[in-house]
């Protein structure tokens, strides 16, 4: 039975696209079928079934690759036994994620739908899972009639990856691009230089891409917002001052989405 929790949207190119917009994450799982296997592109958040969501849309074994390890993409990976994911993040899986009770993303302020019956807002968590297999720049994965190349896209996360249908100019970008606040400020996760260095290698692959398909708010994008945040983020570089900051964090608005920095990230940097 299809799920109230998801938004399922099919698309021409044949990615399906698996929304949760009853939380203000506003996360995107994507589904492409190909001949001999479908790819799952996360996991979503964990807080409904995905897995039967997933079954009646496929009629071939499913693949998972993530994005990156954050929470808000592994959340139902548990539910599946192949999962790829990019060597750099891949130890991160069996840990799963806890918050201490009622301090999780759950609280009432990010719900704008009811959660599924069995779930509890205060002690919700991600389960452990375990990879298969880790991805590196260039490695190919193929569905039989459709091949998608690893790019190796990190800043937001060390082992965030876009993958790239170059066939058809598909590109499933994660966390690196997408119509909302760039999370570049996580001390410790986030690294400036080379989200910075991502944008660069995005932007100059747009001339060859046809859609974008990014894991959270608004989609599917155009490649021209490629040159947009590979803009925002020269123009961040070159000394443009924040439009905001507060609690240590420093906003640069554009038009269609905005940039996150630590507070003296560029003293850090230089
Ligand atoms: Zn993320």
Redesign the pocket.
């Known amino acids: 039975m299809a799920s109230s929790w998801f938004e399922i949207r099919e698309f021409p190119d044949g990615v399906v696209g698996i929304g949760e917009p009853g939380h203000a994450e506003g996360v995107k799982s994507y589904l492409v079928r190909g001949s001999e296997l479908a790819m799952l592109v996360d996991t979503g958040m964990g807080v409904d079934d995905l897995k039967q969501t997933v079954e009646p849309l496929v009629s071939t074994p499913v693949l998972v690759v993530n994005s990156?390890s954050?929470w808000?993409?592994i959340g139902s990976n548990w539910q599946f036994d192949r999962i790829w994911i990019h060597e750099a993040e891949a130890d991160r899986l069996p840990a799963g994620r806890s918050w201490e009770p009622g301090r999780g993303p759950m609280g009432p302020d990010s719900l704008s739908r009811p959660l599924p019956d069995g779930v509890d807002p205060e002690h919700f968590g991600i389960r452990p899972s375990k990879a298969e297999r880790t991805l590196t720049e260039g490695d190919e994965i193929d569905l039989g009639d459709r091949t998608f190349l690893v790019v190796h896209t990190p800043g937001?996360?060390p082992g965030g990856i876009t993958l790239i249908e170059q066939a058809t100019g598909i590109a499933l970008v994660g966390?690196a691009v997408y119509a909302g606040a760039l999370?570049a400020h996580m001390r410790g996760e986030c690294d400036p230089v080379l989200y910075r260095a991502t944008l660069t290698k995005l932007a100059e692959l747009a001339p060859e891409l046809s859609t974008l398909y990014p894991s959270h708010n608004a989609y599917p994008l155009d490649p021209g917002f490629l040159n947009e945040t590979h803009q925002g983020m020269e123009e961040v570089w070159a000394g443009r001052r924040p439009d905001q900051s507060a609690d240590g964090v420093e906003r640069y608005q554009f038009d269609r989405f905005s940039i996150l920095l630590a507070e003296g990230w560029r003293a850090a940097e230089h």
Do not use: A, E, L, R
């Open positions: 990156h954050h808000d993409h937001h996360s966390d999370y």
